[in-house]
């Protein structure tokens, strides 16, 4: 029976000499081997382990992610509470209440509903470090008593379970059937009592957080039930290593580790949780999006804390097949519905079904795509860490993509309404029946996506630099004000910019420690410069330096306060075509600026007009233009397009091809994160492509 080592030194205490000795020869041979970076500027196989700022240290203070972020404060955050405390929809507070013995309601709600309690803790403690809201901080102290309450002696903790057990059902035994989500609600709640504590310096629900770790540690102790070896949606590897990092304590880095090795003796074997294959042979993203990006997020930060290679060798080209077979061009991932898998297998009796799934090689369908929120929530997760390990921006410009298109996408303008699901098409006359709708609820029926991206976007802030040593990274640009310390001294930098609109950062030092340190600036995949363009300057004079898309450039010096770097990334509307085997985007473009990915509505359209009549003109000028008056402010594309009859009404599988066409004229194109908050109206991301000059038909 494999167990949790007691302790790294109880562990070292067998190890006989001889052993000892190959080991030091070994290493003292290795030492004399040179090594390569493959890792930015660190050594084979170490990660870089940057830095990300605390919740507070960033202050957003203009612009499009400050806007999010301040809907997330005065709308989402007492949106989610109203639902999560109440009764009407579903039990989440309330079935804390059920098990504490405080209501004598019946239990409601799915098994994860804990999870999405602990959610919006860390969401609201990310607001808090910066608004120190007495009034949140005592609501926030009143529900971890309740949570006290409901904790067992010997750290369980499951509302639903316990709630049961205290009203003598029998049948209600922790860790029993893993789709209880156990693990999953332990993981979130091991990830809001770290940010809770950081936050507020009180140890009440971290003190909670390590019962329920202990918890977990005797049970792999005395040998681990089969719904510990194969976890659900497995939060519980980055809660876990958050409490290492809170605590120092390795004991939770060893259960992450026990527990990751046992995710992968499980006997179902199905990709639907990812642990079919074992875990060094797999080499592209399977199953359920969800708890696939949770995995290699948490794979990713068992790396960043232990350097052991067997976490980050798969994750290479895991992320790599992601990237270039099924990502969607919005930073949504996870297409299908339902998938099989492995899809196409020659032996049928091995494929199974697999829900929010990833599918084949781009397999990429746009009016039937999943794109479940939390999967590119997930995404963002992952990508963070990855660039933690290694200090490259192409994980940045990916999580970019997914914020600004998918997650902004996934609530209203207003804060309080969310989707499930994110189509890139959306028509009036659909191919078949969906489970999730095309527009946004106050509630939805699995309540898991409105408290995730809240608990991000509430701390978005953090994600505008890293630290390493004595370099700073900048790696998204968003008006803010930054706090930090750097090079043994305290630095204080502005950032001011109208990001995503336009391109222009200005970087202004406030206040800089008098050693020398690097400003380390992304140069985003997307952008183009112009011959003989300088987009960098400092103190208003042209700075020389060697540019390369898509990864970040060093500027070393001693900084004085009142510095001023200013960056240009021209930021030109230009349309994007997807690889060809993409079979549902063949022949059609897409509008893209920046980041940001362009949809039409049926809204913006003559009358009668369906965007599936919609024929993008290449050869004409796109005209890219700030509107003051749209949504506080947001840039708008006028497309040059011709209109065809789609024969969206025909009843017909197939008809005589129809080429007569309305000239071409312009078309308001709007950020696809904007879609459907005016009302319910049809909306796509790709479409087909004129081919010669435009007439009339």
């Not at 090689?361 to 990855?386: D, F, K």
Request: aromatic share 12%; glycine share 8%.
């Amino acid at each position: 029976m494999h167990r949790c080592p007691k302790s790294a030194s109880e562990s070292n205490a067998g190890v006989s000499t001889t052993l000892m000795c190959f080991v030091i020869l070994v290493f003292l041979l290795v030492l004399m081997i040179p090594t390569v970076s493959v890792y930015g500027s660190t050594a084979e196989g170490i990660p870089l382990r940057i830095q990300q700022i605390p919740p507070g240290n960033v202050i957003l203070s203009g612009g499009l992610l400050s806007n999010r972020w301040v809907t997330m404060r005065d709308r989402t955050m007492p949106a989610l509470w109203n639902i999560l405390d109440g009764t009407n929809h579903s039990h989440f507070i309330e079935n804390f209440r059920i098990a504490a013995g405080l209501s004598t309601n019946r239990l409601r709600g799915a098994p994860f509903n804990d999870g999405e309690v602990y959610k919006w803790i860390e969401g609201a403690c990310a607001i808090l470090a910066i608004t120190k809201d007495t009034q949140l901080e005592q609501r926030l102290d009143d529900l971890i008593k309740l949570i006290e309450q409901v904790q067992l002696p010997d750290g369980y903790i499951h509302s639903q379970v316990i709630a049961r057990m205290r009203s003598g059902d029998s049948n209600a035994i922790p860790f029993t059937d893993r789709n209880m989500f156990e693990l999953y609600n332990f993981g979130h709640l091991f990830s809001a009592a770290c940010i809770h504590y950081r936050v507020t310096g009180r140890t009440n629900l971290l003190n909670v957080a390590q019962k329920a770790a202990e918890y977990l540690y005797q049970r792999l102790q005395t040998g681990a039930p089969d719904a510990l070896r194969g976890s659900v949606c497995p939060s519980h590897f980055m809660g876990l290593v958050d409490l290492f990092r809170a605590t120092g304590q390795k004991r939770y880095l060893e259960i992450a580790r026990e527990l990751f090795r046992l995710k992968f003796e499980v006997t179902e074997r199905g990709d639907d949780n990812q642990d079919r294959i074992p875990w060094l042979q797999q080499v592209e993203p399977v199953g359920h999006a969800v708890r696939a990006n949770y995995l290699y997020a948490g794979a990713a930060d068992l790396f960043l804390e232990t350097a052991d290679s067997n976490y980050w060798t798969p994750l290479v080209p895991i992320w790599s097949n992601l990237i270039t077979r099924k990502l969607y061009i919005t930073g949504g991932c996870g297409a299908l519905y339902d998938g099989a898998s492995p899809d196409g297998a020659k032996d049928q009796k091995s494929i199974t079904r697999v829900h929010q799934a990833y599918g084949r090689s781009y397999q990429l369908p746009n009016i039937t795509a999943h794109n479940e929120t939390c999967a590119s929530v997930g995404l963002v997760l992952w990508a963070w860490r990855m660039f933690q390990i290694t200090g490259e921006a192409e994980y940045i410009d990916t999580l970019e993509r997914a914020l600004f298109n998918t997650v902004l996408a996934a609530v209203d303008w207003w804060g309080t309404n969310f989707l499930y699901v994110n189509p890139l098409r959306s028509t009036r006359v659909m191919p078949c029946g969906l489970r999730w709708p095309h527009y946004r609820q106050p509630f939805l029926g699995s309540f898991c996506c409105p408290p995730n991206l809240f608990r991000l976007l509430s701390a978005i802030g953090s994600y505008c630099y890293g630290i390493k040593d004595d370099k700073l990274y900048v790696t998204l640009y968003a008006a803010n004000k930054l706090e930090t310390e750097i090079a043994g001294g305290k630095l204080r930098l502005e950032q001011n910019t109208e990001y995503p609109w336009n391109g222009k950062v200005r970087l202004i030092v406030r206040e800089t420690p008098p050693q020398a340190w690097s400003l380390m600036l992304r140069i985003p995949g997307w952008t183009r410069f112009g011959k003989g363009q300088v987009p960098i300057r400092i103190n208003y004079r042209p700075y020389d330096v060697d540019l390369t898309l898509g990864k970040f450039i060093e500027i070393r010096r001693v900084w004085q306060a009142g510095d001023i770097v200013d960056l240009y990334l021209p930021m030109e509307a230009m349309l994007v075509e997807a690889h060809p085997l993409v079979e549902e985007t063949f022949g059609q473009a897409a509008v893209v600026r920046g980041p940001i990915v362009y949809c039409a509505e049926s809204i913006d359209l003559p009358p009668q007009r369906s965007v599936l009549d919609v024929i993008l003109c290449p050869d004409q000028e796109m005209r890219a233009w700030y509107d003051r008056r749209f949504f506080s402010g947001i840039v708008v594309i006028d497309v040059p397009v011709m209109f065809r009859d789609s024969g969206l009404n025909n009843q017909k599988l197939y008809r005589p091809l129809e080429i007569n066409t309305v000239p071409a004229r312009p078309v308001r194109f709007v950020p696809y994160f904007i879609w459907g908050n005016r009302g319910t109206n049809e909306m796509n991301v790709w479409f087909p492509l004129a081919l010669g000059r435009p007439g009339s038909g």
